[in-house]
């Protein structure tokens, strides 16, 4: 029989990730998918504590803020268009009230800290080489700054460019050695999304990508203890290579392309306990997010009664898991 596609071969497997071990995601919308398919699962992750951010020195500046830096304060904000902003957060943390937007931001920031004492595993997704730099001061950051959201400032505040693979390499690789004084057991999982960024043309966007290709092999070469690879971009774009596994924009992966990515890391990166309790956690979070249009009769309460029974069965055979966002209703 023909070979119909291209099989991608994984690399080594990291250490592999259990329940009840604490992760970190930061990284690209292609970042959200699979840490909600992971979280969803029961894993004990955080996924973007910022927001998403798309390029490699936005996501290192928010892991020194978070892990070695202060929380937030006003001298963070700056006020666009009716709403206080941070150039290191997503707009979800943009508010009307810069006391409103500091309490989203230091939420976030506090969840961190609280996580940080039992870090395992970090997950990095890279999206994209080219940044946005502040061109001046005029919003009170500092010319030069990369930004993590431009928040629809006019396009003359930035400077746009293509960072090199040795700008990169000169911010993480004394980032990584300060992370592994401090978490001598910490995994670094780094992946490029397959998400094409085609605003500077087809082959911008393989530059863009070769760079952080690049990138991820030069520190898991420096860091192979440290530092893992797993081929989102090559399961994709290699494969899964059709248009079928794209959505209608042609740009971002379909879900049924995620969830194959998602299987596969699975698989590679997760140990055997938690590969088998994911489709039951999976379930048990499908079933929870279905709410109940008349909630009594006896036909809900034995609804009810059921899912309470199989989420406790869950809990005593994993008590580590976590099942996250539980609707009130439940109760």
């Known amino acids: 029989m023909p070979q119909l596609h291209t099989p991608v071969t994984l690399p080594p497997s990291p250490p592999r990730l259990g329940y009840g071990q604490q992760a970190l995601s930061f990284g690209s919308c292609f970042s959200e998918h699979i840490g909600a398919y992971l979280r969803d699962g029961g894993l004990q992750l955080q996924v973007n504590p910022l927001g998403i951010q798309y390029n490699p020195l936005s996501i290192a500046a928010g892991i020194e803020r978070l892990f070695f830096g202060e929380p937030f304060t006003e001298a963070d904000l700056f006020e666009h268009g009716g709403l206080y902003h941070s150039f290191l957060h997503h707009g979800r943390f943009s508010a009307r009230a810069a006391e409103e937007a500091l309490r989203l931001m230091n939420a976030s920031y506090e969840a961190v800290q609280t996580a940080l004492p039992q870090l395992r ?51 993480w690789r004394p980032l990584i050695e300060r992370l592994r004084e401090r978490f001598p057991e910490l995994t670094i999982i780094q992946t ?27 520190l898991t070469e420096q860091f192979p203890a440290t530092c893992f690879y797993f081929p989102s971009y090559e399961l994709v774009l290699d494969e899964l290579r059709d248009y079928r596994f794209y959505a209608e924009d042609m740009v971002h992966p379909s879900p049924l392309a995620q969830r194959i990515v998602a299987e596969r890391f699975t698989a590679w990166a997760l140990d055997e306990a938690v590969q088998k309790a994911l489709p039951l956690a999976h379930r048990l979070h499908q079933e929870l997010r279905h709410r109940p249009l008349h909630a009594e009769g006896a036909e809900h309460t034995a609804r009810l009664a059921a899912l309470r029974e199989r989420i406790a069965a869950f809990r005593s055979q994993y008590p580590s898991a976590q099942l996250h966002d539980l609707p009130s209703w439940i109760d």
């Open 121 to 171: 595993s970090l997950l990095l997704t890279y999206g994209t080489a080219y940044v946005y730099r502040l061109a001046g001061d005029e919003y009170g950051g500092v010319a030069g700054q990369v930004v993590s959201n431009c928040h629809k400032l006019p396009e003359r505040t930035f400077v746009r460019e293509r960072v090199s693979l040795e700008m990169l390499l000169q911010i």
């Open 192 to 218: 490029v999304s397959p998400v094409r960024h085609l605003r500077d043309g087809a082959h911008g966007n393989a530059l863009s990508k070769a760079t952080l290709l690049l990138l991820s092999e030069a």
